[in-house]
């Protein structure tokens, strides 16, 4: 009896120690799936957290700045390699779309794309820097440390085009995907389709620099910057941009442009300095000041009814501006008039006022400031940015009637070559392989009163145009962002 109660008790002591077996072993198999699905999880999640770090913002910022240096890139490299033009069967910029695609994707623009067949390539630095390959490169040396890989990328329907007259547009669709590099268990996609605009403004203009060397090859290479000013100065300003200021009674030397002198002040300068200044006030001041006879003309504050006892008064044939007005003139504080006299040069008779015979005051102030600071303005007749970026952009007189822009030409060092000391200043006059001849400009750069205008044997350096650019730009044509009167001859 007591042998079968030992054998019952082994018994039920194995088959507990099977069942304790038993549920230690799915116990422990649980444990390890949980394990496995937690690991794979927190791999998902460290994926998920790590891919909204590539947020589109961020994507956005860095697509960006690669299309701004890619410009950057190819606008330089363009002076001396420029772009080729597509085929006749296809979009004119076709170069151009496949030189910016290939810089933002892998910082290569292929050899074939440019007229010289120069690759443009980015330096290894500035691949990693500014090219979608060089992005995704860094971002995978930081997903390496966490077990996760960018395996695929690929930029899809991209297209470069201009959108404004200053501005131009990128767009593509971008793709890529990131996986467990450890497991191959887990991964994620993101897409996003990316557009944005930028400014062409500030990029050096590559078609004068090119042209500038094709007329004197040992010369420096011209860096024109591109600036607009649309608020100041837009296509469509009316005739008082160039109004009449005033109109008063004169005699003598012509014209004069130039800052002005009060006759009440002392004048500090070099007296040989003072032809290039007015001298103001009533003609007794004019007179009592020692030094009134070495200003370069004469702004006379009278009544019109004592204009005759002025100029007699004075006594000189300079060129003289009589106002009972002391502020009668629009220039900024009171410091500059242009003025255009009708008389003959030398002429020491007096003209009768009563013959409406009279000098006229202009604001030249907006024209002068758009012509030194080298603003650009839209013209169907000129070329587009992206023309600027092709070969002969003046040569072939592209024409955009949408996007075509022109500038006037002012810079130190122009002038040097004798072959182009005549022409016009317009930009498409002035690389016009016809050459056309300019007329100088009263009042503008490098011609600033009669006798600098005239002088023999001395080449100053003056501002001319065409006598078609005259009547376009400053004569009230329909393209015209400033209009005059009669001031812009100077044959007399």
């Given amino acids: 009896m007591r042998n079968r109660k030992g054998f019952f008790f082994i018994v039920c002591t194995l088959i507990l120690l099977i069942y304790i077996i038993s549920n230690l072993s799915l116990w422990s198999k649980s444990i390890q799936l949980q394990e496995e699905r937690y690991s794979e999880e927190f791999r998902i999640s460290n994926m998920k957290y790590v891919v909204s770090q590539l947020s589109d913002e961020m994507i956005l910022n860095f697509s960006k700045v690669s299309a701004k240096y890619a410009l950057y890139s ?20 076709k170069y151009i779309n496949l030189s ?18 120069a690759a443009l390539a980015y330096e290894s630095e500035k691949n990693y820097s500014y090219s979608f390959a060089g992005m995704f490169s860094r971002i995978n040396e930081s997903f390496s440390k966490m077990g996760l890989e960018i395996t695929d990328y690929r930029i899809e329907d991209f297209y470069f085009n201009q959108s404004a007259v200053d501005t131009v547009n990128v767009s593509f669709s971008l793709y890529f995907k990131v996986e467990d590099s450890l497991g191959k268990m887990a991964s994620l996609e993101k897409e996003m389709d990316i557009s944005f605009n930028f ?21 420096e290479q011209v860096n024109k910057g591109i600036f607009f000013n649309f608020d100041e100065y837009s296509a469509d300003l009316d005739s008082n941009d160039l109004k009449i200021s ?22 500090d300068e070099d007296p040989f300095i003072a032809m290039n200044y007015i001298i103001a006030g009533t003609a007794q001041e004019i007179n009592a000041n020692p030094e009134h006879s070495f200003f370069g003309a004469y702004y006379v504050i009278e009544p019109s009814d004592h204009y005759l006892d002025a100029v007699s008064n004075l006594g000189i044939e300079k060129p003289i501006f009589v106002s009972d007005l002391a502020s009668a003139h629009n220039c900024p504080d009171g410091e500059c008039l242009f003025f255009v006299s009708e008389f003959n040069v030398g002429s020491a008779e007096l003209k009768d006022p009563s013959k409406n015979q009279q000098a006229i005051a202009y604001d030249i102030e907006k024209f002068r400031d758009f012509v030194l600071c080298g603003y650009y303005f839209q013209n169907p007749e000129g070329p587009s940015y992206f023309d600027k970026l092709l070969d002969d952009s003046y040569v072939k007189n592209y024409q955009d009637n949408e996007y075509g822009i022109a500038t006037f030409l002012v810079w130190d060092g122009i002038e040097k070559g004798a072959a182009v000391r005549d022409k016009s200043r317009l930009d498409l006059e002035f690389f016009d392989s016809d050459s056309i001849d300019g ?22 350096g003056r501002f001319k145009l065409s006598e078609n650019s005259i009547s376009e730009y400053l004569g009230g044509g329909l393209s015209s962002p400033f209009v005059c009167g009669n001031w812009a001859d100077c044959s007399d």
């Fill in 74 to 93: 190819i606008n330089g490299h363009s002076i001396n390699n420029p772009i080729k033009k597509g085929p006749e069967s296809e979009w004119k910029y």
């Fill in 100 to 117: 910016m695609h290939g810089l933002i994707v892998n910082g290569l623009a292929d050899s074939g794309y440019f007229e010289n067949d």
């Fill in 199 to 219: 400014s062409i403004q500030g990029l050096d203009d590559p078609s004068i620099a090119r042209e500038m060397q094709k007329i004197d090859p040992n010369s």
């Fill in 246 to 267: 005033n109109s008063g009674l004169g005699k003598g030397g012509g014209w004069f442009y130039g800052p002005i002198y009060q006759a009440s002040e002392s004048f």
């Fill in 439 to 460: 007329k100088i400009i009263r009042g503008m750069s490098g011609c600033k009163n009669q006798m600098m205008c005239s002088e023999e044997g001395v080449y100053l």
